[in-house]
């Protein structure tokens, strides 16, 4: 199969897999238990008012029609309008999108700024003192959570310091220096851990890949042990370590509630769980749609990254 034909075929999956995700999504929350109407309305609502909510949710409206007119309306790029916030889904996403994604990226670059050399280099010294404490650290940073990890930073960098501020967004009308400071702590929080797992898998990679003939061969040649892992082992042992940062990157992007909260940050984390406390049903499931898009179509780039770290899988994959 060619290149062309390996991406057309994998975006199909991608489209069918986006189609599937928002039709479940919209299936659970149609059938969850009570009127959503009354759930966000209180059990004192007038018969009046409660009925024009309905309407303008489109709950008088056929399942199916409803479903559809929702997948449409996120085709254009339409999400609905907040009951809670009386404002388009699109603009609160919009806002909180700036602060999550940037998050997401600084937490992923510090990950794998960390982790790459970390793993490498516990490699390299397989069975020494130094591969034993690296990989003892790691699993320590996978056994802390994350908003723990988060408590901590704070009292060393904020209070104990005062070198970062504990919580709060200072806004990108602030300039970029005061907008990262705020999200530095946060992303040092998701980045640890995930470094933990990240460094362990680059490791066994590596390690795979220092034992294949290839690795042997240049070796025998004259290649010293260090161009040897540098320019053999460490770019084939790269399909696993990239898989490992696309789910990386998705559960950041995706999974922030918790850290967000901690540092009371604006982003889209937050935003769930407020629509979730306010019973806004609408962001809620505008919201869902939209994370799990966005770890499908992050693993869907995933999948274009093995084309070019492995041409051979196209020709592997099914015709």
């Not at 056994?143 to 709060?168: D, K, R, T």
Request: proline content about 5%; hydrophobic content about 60%.
């Amino acid at each position: 199969m060619s290149t062309a034909r390996f991406a057309l075929w994998r975006l199909a999956g991608l489209v069918l897999t986006l189609l599937a995700a928002s039709l479940v999504v919209f299936v659970v929350l149609d059938i969850l238990p009570g009127d959503p109407a009354a759930l966000m309305l209180g059990t004192s609502a007038r018969p009046d008012t409660l009925a024009a909510l309905r309407h303008q949710m489109g709950l008088d409206r056929p399942a199916v029609l409803r479903y559809v007119l929702w997948v449409w309306g996120l085709v254009r790029g339409d999400f609905g309008t907040s009951i809670t916030y009386g404002v388009p889904v699109g603009e609160l996403i919009e806002a909180r999108v700036m602060v999550s994604l940037p998050l997401a990226a600084m937490a992923i670059t510090l990950s794998t700024a960390i982790a790459i050399p970390v793993g490498v280099a516990a490699a390299a010294r397989r069975g020494r003192a130094v591969d034993t404490s690296l990989m003892g650290v790691a699993q320590i940073g996978v056994a802390v959570p994350n908003f723990w990890l988060g408590l901590l930073l704070i009292l060393l960098f904020s209070v104990e310091l005062a070198w970062l501020p504990a919580s709060g967004f200072a806004g990108w009308d602030k300039g970029a220096g005061a907008a990262l400071r705020s999200l530095l702590l946060p992303a040092l929080a998701l980045a640890l851990p995930q470094a933990a797992i990240l460094a362990r898998v680059t490791r066994s990679a590596v390690l795979e890949t220092l034992g294949q003939d290839y690795v042997r061969t240049a070796l025998a040649k004259g290649l010293t042990g260090l161009a040897a892992l540098w320019k053999h082992a460490v770019p084939n042992a790269l399909i696993p370590v990239v898989t490992i940062l696309g789910l990386q990157f998705s559960f950041l992007l995706a999974g922030t509630v918790i850290i967000e909260n901690v540092f009371a940050l604006p982003g889209l984390g937050r935003l769930v769980f407020q629509a979730i406390e306010q019973r806004d049903l609408i962001v809620v499931q505008d919201l869902v749609v939209l994370l799990a898009g966005s770890v499908i179509v992050v693993n869907f780039l995933v999948d274009l990254a093995y084309l070019w770290l492995d041409p051979r899988l196209s020709r592997d994959a099914p015709t």
